[in-house]
């Protein structure tokens, strides 16, 4: 009987530590985009989904470690409004907010290659700009007026992670390889950031 009354208080515990995550710091990854809303597409191969995907591989990645937990804005093809993105990211505080994004050039083939971060107008924002321009092939960094970068209060970058129609990123991005590669690179700046 003790045995088991010990085994439920276990479990319980478990189940309600996983919930109470105050002993961890919270990091946001917003997929960009949803829905009906595709962002950028070529060839049926939509925004939307990248992002996704990637962002659920930065969960994986993350569930080994318990210095932050990792929250979606949306983990599933779901369309949420910017201000029901940047109400959830105030109301949990996080230590930062990732958005993620996938570019798209008016050119059928865009010569423009790589990445680009969007940041606020603080020293926080930018500063994790430059932590991630050294793990990616950044292009610019730019202070931008975007609605989730200008609402949301804890420190928050939007990143493109690439042109859509640009043969080499889209094979990059949509590549298990590649979202994995992205993935780890986003693990490796929460772990410094967070340590
Ligand atoms: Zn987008």
Do not use: W
């Amino acid at each position: 009987m003790k045995g088991i009354q010990l085994l439920v208080i276990t479990v319980f515990s478990a189940a309600f530590l996983s919930f109470t995550p105050e002993h961890k710091k919270l990091i946001i990854i917003d997929a960009g985009h949803g829905g009906s809303d595709m962002g950028a597409n070529r060839n049926g191969i939509y925004e939307k989904n990248i992002v996704l995907n990637i962002g659920k591989e930065i969960q994986k990645l993350n569930s080994s470690q318990d210095k932050y937990e990792i929250i979606m804005t949306r983990d599933s093809d779901t369309y949420n409004q910017l201000t029901e993105r940047t109400t959830l990211i105030n109301k949990l505080n996080p230590e930062l907010v990732i958005s993620l994004h996938v570019n798209s050039s008016p050119d059928m083939e865009s010569l423009q290659q790589g990445s680009e971060i969007y940041t606020q107008n603080t020293e926080a924002s930018k500063n994790l700009a430059k932590r991630i321009s050294k793990k990616f092939n950044v292009q610019k960094i730019e202070e931008k007026n975007l609605h989730i970068l200008r609402e949301s209060k804890a420190p928050a970058i939007l990143m493109e992670l690439g042109f859509i129609n640009n043969v080499k990123d889209l094979e990059y991005l949509t590549s298990e390889k590649g979202q994995k590669e992205v993935a780890q690179k986003f693990a490796d700046v929460f772990n410094e950031y967070t340590e």
